[in-house]
């Protein structure tokens, strides 16, 4: 599986915009960026994902740079709901995989009032 | 509601002593499989079942068992627990199409003594 390389942990405060990085240099054409997160105590929640366009959706936003190298999910109003640790998985759309999620550390995001 | 419930979500049992833990999906997903989570080592997939009768070993399948008799339904069998296997596990259920969301459950926290 490719992998992705995230930074542990981010912080921001309440109603600022939120950049969480991650970088997949080693991505294939196949592959789909996918963005989950899990709040405490909870199973992972779909964020959002894309394959070489940027996304949008009523929860984030997904810029995917121009050589897929790098994606960024940005939260445009933290609020501390969105404390969470999230992960930055890239899914195979082919081989023997079956698009199993791999999940790595992912980043911690601490949203200050 | 479209959701993943397993049950029990808190179960402390003794080494040895078979047990299931359930896990039931309402969306009509082909796809369902079994992570366990431990500290510093993430999210890690057990098991997964393409279809009803499919199953197929994750990462990490040793001393456990799955059967997909129905559709919705995907249980995790512990035969002969052992305290390794103390952790917190999730069900997820996605349809086939690779790129769309997974969904999880709520987790199941299991301690073997």
């Known amino acids: 599986d490719a992998k992705t390389t995230q930074p542990n942990s981010m912080e921001s405060n309440e109603e600022e915009p939120v950049h969480l990085p991650c970088n997949h240099s080693?991505?294939?054409?196949?592959?789909?960026i996918h963005w989950y997160r899990q709040l405490p105590s909870q199973g992972p929640e779909y964020v959002i994902h894309g394959l070489t366009s940027n996304v949008n959706n009523r929860m984030a936003s997904l810029a995917i740079a121009e050589d897929r190298k790098s994606s960024t999910l940005i939260l445009h109003r933290a609020t501390l709901r969105d404390a969470a640790v999230y992960y930055c998985i890239l899914r195979d759309a082919g081989g023997t995989s079956y698009g199993k999620l791999t999940f790595g550390q992912g980043t911690i995001l601490t949203v200050h009032p | 509601e479209a959701q993943v419930t397993q049950n029990p979500r808190y179960l402390i049992t003794v080494t040895g002593k078979k047990l299931t833990v359930t896990c039931s999906q309402n969306?009509?997903?082909?796809?369902m499989s079994w992570y366990r989570q431990d500290p510093g080592l993430g999210l890690r997939q057990i098991y997964y079942?393409?279809?009803?009768?499919?199953?197929d070993k994750g990462d990490v399948p040793e001393g456990y068992k799955v059967s997909r008799k129905e559709k919705r339904n995907f249980p995790l069998i512990l035969e002969s627990p052992s305290p390794n296997q103390t952790s917190l596990y999730f069900c997820?259920?996605?349809?086939?199409?690779?790129?769309?969301?997974?969904?999880f459950g709520q987790g199941t926290r299991l301690t073997v003594v």
């Open positions: 997820a259920s996605r349809t086939r199409a690779l790129n769309t969301e997974a969904f």
């Open positions: 969306m009509n997903h082909e796809y």
């Open positions: 080693t991505i294939s054409g196949t592959d789909y």
């Open positions: 079942s393409m279809n009803v009768e499919v199953t």
